[in-house]
């Protein structure tokens, strides 16, 4: 069976690559309707807080609150216009994520019937909001996030009041932290400094296994600070806040200019300086400096990094904190039984035919190694393992190696996926780590690492899932696995 499921593989891709169509074989099957992109990532943009006041211009495009009303496929951040559209624009392109926006005059809800109520969505981004949220707004957005929403706040300096309307977003931000019915007890273990600082390029802590900093849009080292504060930490209210980028002389719990935490199931992102999201182009009247692109810092691949950490679920409760801390001991170890697939089927549970030696994709080391999909045909295949994360351990990283190869043509659509994702003792999702789909798709082996630090004293299932359409086969192939702790 393995030989015949291979020889399909290979047959599918080399006739894919000549253009040819086969009546009944695994490519261009039926009708020839191509395969559909898995469930992408539901991101809505705010502008209903005075966003755009003054020189202020956050907005991802003028179409609102569809972006694709104005360029259904932008290839460059002028195809849509506004201070964010690098931002949208490059999230588009993933063909991961559906973007919206809640036009001005709206107002943001939570388990309502209308289109861009937060239950139609998965992130929430804040880019500077400059009128106070309404007690209702508040709610939602809390319950929102306690439920496994992912919240970005980005704030300015204080004093930015653009609309003159006598708050500024460090006091609107601080005021939904602090004055709402859901929990006001520092639930993100966080606040907003009052601060105006006038320039710096803040500093990346050394976090090799953190997904913000280390995610798949890049490397962060730097970001930008041009008129903006800082959040202090509170730790003891929630143990999940961690600072990721600080400003210069300052470290620990004071001076973070770029933060993450989580709330209940959802989690939490804060960035002190709205200068490092704005891309210099928008509305005419507007001055505006591109931030963005600035050589000096890595902004975009902070604020894309960060969008796809917040597509996953947290999974800590508020004001409890899961940083992976905990108590008990901890030894150095790795902890997954038959890492390299050098057992066979053993240890892993997976679809049949997923674990094999096949010499049709290479393995990274050994001979044995999984392979998902691969068949050109709708197919659904998973390979899982429960562990166990001691409690005491500050440090649990997952790593392994992944080879993508596609018989799929598109550059910009993401038709057959693999979801590498993080499972409860229900079943439950508790994180989706990655995304990766047909646009991966590269030679050889590239390892990916993911901070499971925050899981520490629970027992878990990693689960890999590989989703193929209908139409052209994307072979997903993993081996090498590890989670290391310590």
Known sequence: MLGSRRSRRRLT???????LLLTGAAVQVGSGTAAHAATPHRILFDNAHAETAGNADWIISTSQPDPLGQDSSPSSETDWTGALSSWGVALQKTGDYSLKTLPSGSSLSYGGSSSTDLSNFDTLVL?????KFTTAEKTAIMNFVKNGGGLFMISDHTGADRNNDGYDAVQILNDLMTNNSVDSTDPFGFSIDSLDISSGYP????????PVLHGSFGTVTKSLIADGTTATLKPSDNSSVKGLVYRSGYSGNTGAFFLTSTFGSGRVAFWGDSSPIDDGTGQSGNTLYDGWNDSGATNAALALNATAWLAGSGTSGGGGGGGGGGTGTCTAAQLLGNNGFESGNSTWSASSGVITNSTGEPAHAGSYYAWLDGYGTATTDTLSQSVSIPSGCSKATLSFYLHVDTAET???????TLKVQVLGS??????????YSNLNAASGYTQRSFDLSSYAGQTVTLKFTGTEGAQYQTSFVVDDTALNVG
């Open 13 to 19: 891709t080399a006739l894919a690559g000549f253009g």
């Open 127 to 131: 880019p500077e909001p400059n009128t």
């Open 203 to 210: 500093a990346a802590i050394s976090d090799s296994t953190d």
């Open 410 to 416: 598109s550059t910009s659509t993401a038709y057959d």
């Open 426 to 435: 229900s079943g439950t999702v508790l994180g989706t780590l990655a995304t």
